[in-house]
């Protein structure tokens, strides 16, 4: 149901195929982030909310999730801070402790993550960059297509699951009381959200000219996934309520599959963490090791 006028409408998945440009100084472009659109990005939340939820597959709840977002005012989620944990309660977490994992965005920064499922061992904090972060998803779709292991679409766009709404516009459109997702402009997203995963990559090997080629071209090999069967049947449907808060849920095939309920809330701090991120840390190997080292990890 759409009133007060507006509506609302997360490993690598393989090293993919885009189309790289080369330039002067920087040796390879990310393609572009697709167009967004103006009725979407004209409803998309803004303020401060907490938000509890769940992931339910096949009509049993398989994860849950709890924290704090501020969407801010800028679009595209440029603004949005986050502090959330999801926790696995499906029924095999029952037989072993439960495996939690907590997400952390600062305002127009890196998505971080942090393995909490012991809690007085917490792990290592980890950002969306590295393959091996520990992320745990709700298999909320949109948080999948703006930044699934990869930094985002271009610097400061949202990314992880709940600053990922923030930039929804720009693959997603209105139907009906409904945003569904744009075949076209997502497959757009896909690749400069990927591209920009090679980008970086490159950039903290300190490869440039012909060298760089040869890697961006073994880094590129794999198809572009479509996520086609995610796409299927998916859309997104917001309720308001009285109290300014807002139900956000992921439609598939005509049943909840991901229920997220906002409500208003006073601002609040999200702490910022000093960790090294995965690309500053292939610099530092790359001093430490070489190019190759680094490169023998990664490209088979």
């Known amino acids: 149901m759409i009133s007060r006028g507006r509506t609302i409408h997360h490993g690598i998945a ?10 002067s100084n920087i040796p390879y472009t990310a393609p572009a982030a697709p ?7 004209e409803i998309l939340p803004t303020g401060a909310y907490t938000v509890a939820g769940q992931f339910v597959l096949k009509g049993n709840p398989r994860a849950r999730i709890e924290g704090f977002v ?22 095999d977490a029952k037989q072993s402790p439960l495996r939690a994992v907590r997400e952390v965005r600062a305002a127009g920064g890196t998505t971080w993550y942090q393995d909490l499922s012991d809690p007085t061992k917490p792990g290592e ?12 998803p709700l298999l909320f779709v949109p948080a999948i297509i703006a ?9 400061g766009a949202g990314t992880g699951i709940l600053c990922s709404i923030g930039i929804m516009s ?27 995963w090679v980008e970086q990559f490159l950039d903290a090997l300190g490869l440039r000219d012909s060298r760089a080629a040869a890697v961006a071209t ?15 049947d998916t859309a997104i449907l917001v309720e308001y309520v009285e109290d300014g808060g807002f139900l956000l849920t992921q439609i598939r095939e005509g049943k ?4 997220l309920r906002f409500t208003r809330a006073e601002d609040s701090v999200v702490p910022a963490v000093g960790s090294l991120t995965y690309f500053e840390r292939i610099a530092v190997k790359v001093k430490e090791a070489g190019v190759d080292s680094v490169l023998n990890e990664i490209v088979p």
């Open 147 to 155: 930044s699934d292991f990869a930094p985002g679409m271009f610097e």
């Open 170 to 196: 720009r693959f997603m459109s209105v139907e009906g009381e409904q945003l569904v997702f744009d075949t076209r402009r997502t497959g757009e997203a896909v690749a400069a959200v990927r591209g920009r």
């Open 14 to 23: 393989g090293l993919i195929a885009l189309v790289l440009v080369g330039c």
């Open 35 to 41: 167009a967004a659109d103006a009725a979407v990005a």
């Open 218 to 232: 073994e880094l590129t090999e794999t198809p572009l996934p479509t996520y086609e069967a995610l796409l299927r």
């Open 256 to 259: 909840p599959m991901v229920e």
């Open 70 to 91: 501020d969407f801010g005012t800028s679009p595209d989620g440029i603004g949005c801070e986050a502090d959330s944990t999801i926790t696995d309660i499906s029924a």
């Open 125 to 136: 904090w980890v950002d969306i960059a590295d393959p091996a972060a520990p992320i745990m």
